[in-house]
């Protein structure tokens, strides 16, 4: 059983920085996980993914300012924001996936569970 609880939202004024937790239960082998953000009115987007073997991706939007990692024993992911700008206002979501492959990373039709969000502001 999968289980994932996002922390560390909140509200920052611009250009200021946030580190977003997820922590994560269930197995771990070929896991790929992700954080995705969904501002009002908008669709979900990808933000940053890691795959099973440590490797990550990053939308073009947030390149050079948002950082993704893991801990060790792969239980909690983090997304490291710097330089926040509005447009990074968002309810932030962590998503999980097993056997992603070569599949789009930052889709969000490829990851099958999802936690409760964190929501951030930028003033």
């Known amino acids: 059983h999968v289980q994932l609880v996002e922390s560390g939202g909140g509200s920052v004024q611009a250009g200021g920085d946030l580190k977003l937790s997820c922590t994560t239960s269930?197995?771990?082998?070929?896991?790929?996980m992700a954080w995705f953000r969904q501002a009002p009115g908008k669709e979900r987007e990808g933000v940053a993914a890691?795959?099973?073997?440590?490797?990550?991706t990053y939308a073009e939007s947030v390149k050079g300012r948002f950082y993704i990692s893991q801990d060790v024993a792969k239980t909690t992911m983090f997304l490291q924001m710097f330089s926040l700008t509005p447009e990074d206002t968002a309810m932030y979501y962590c998503?999980?996936?097993?056997?992603?492959?070569?599949?789009?990373?930052?889709?969000?039709?490829?990851?099958?569970?999802w936690g409760q969000g964190t929501q951030v502001t930028v003033s």
């Open positions: 890691i795959y099973s073997d440590g490797s990550v």
């Open positions: 998503a999980a996936t097993y056997g992603l492959g070569t599949r789009d990373p930052l889709s969000r039709t490829q990851y099958n569970y």
């Open positions: 269930g197995a771990t082998w070929d896991r790929s």
